[in-house]
């Protein structure tokens, strides 16, 4: 489960920088999750996970035949994470005002499934 699930970031101006979200996901099943892979919806969004003292890079959208690669970590039945989405409004440059939709996708291989961390708002200059 993830708390929370979706954040309104609101109006956000390209000259203020990026918007840092953070999400706290808990394995609320009865056996280890495993954590294959992360990945973003648009160039613009970056994330990364941290669970217990490791913590990955950030790992952004994949396309192009671009792939990210495997992040291969285990989350303990109970155990928390925090996965950190970093939002640059001014990626898309002048064109780049307007509202947005942007997720983040987590992975597993075990069980296997996708869990999808979200956030909207609207870019003005």
Do not use: W
Request: charged share 25%; glycine share 10%.
């Amino acid at each position: 489960e993830a708390n929370p699930t979706f954040y309104d970031v609101g109006t956000v101006k390209m000259k203020d920088g990026n918007v840092v979200k953070t999400y706290e996901i808990k394995n609320t099943s009865e056996s280890v999750m495993k954590l294959k892979k992360i990945a973003t919806s648009c160039m613009c969004t970056k994330a990364k996970i941290k669970i217990g003292d490791r913590e990955t890079r950030e790992f952004g959208m994949e396309g192009m035949g671009d792939k990210n690669p495997p992040v291969n970590l285990e989350l303990a039945s109970g155990q928390t994470a925090t996965v950190t989405a970093i939002f640059d409004p001014a990626a898309h440059g002048p064109k780049g005002v307007g509202p947005f939709d942007r997720t983040v996708f987590l992975y597993f291989s075990n069980p296997s499934g996708t869990k999808e961390l979200k956030f909207n708002g609207i870019v003005v200059n």
